[in-house]
């Protein structure tokens, strides 16, 4: 259309509340190891195994790409 003028912004632009920009920097305080050594996936995985009363491991994952229907 000619003049129309689109923009494709992410969804991600929005901004957090106080409370979850104070829970994600505390989260990243300090140095930590990384690639699932870290502080929050040991306490990840005990609360997983704990919940599931499973003897197995959990290896969180950020979500992929959803399929589309």
């Known amino acids: 259309m000619p ?19 104070q829970a ?11 690639y699932g050594a870290d502080r929050h996936t ?5 609360r ?3 919940s599931s009363n499973a003897t197995s491991t959990s290896c969180p994952s ?3 790409p959803r399929p589309t229907p």
């Open 3 to 21: 003049g129309t003028q689109r923009i494709f912004t992410s969804d991600n632009t929005a901004g957090a509340s106080p409370e979850i920009v």
């Open 42 to 46: 040991a306490s990840a995985r005990a």
């Open 62 to 64: 950020p979500p992929g």
């Open 24 to 34: 994600v920097t505390a989260a990243a305080a300090g140095q930590d190891l990384p």
């Open 48 to 50: 997983f195994a704990e």
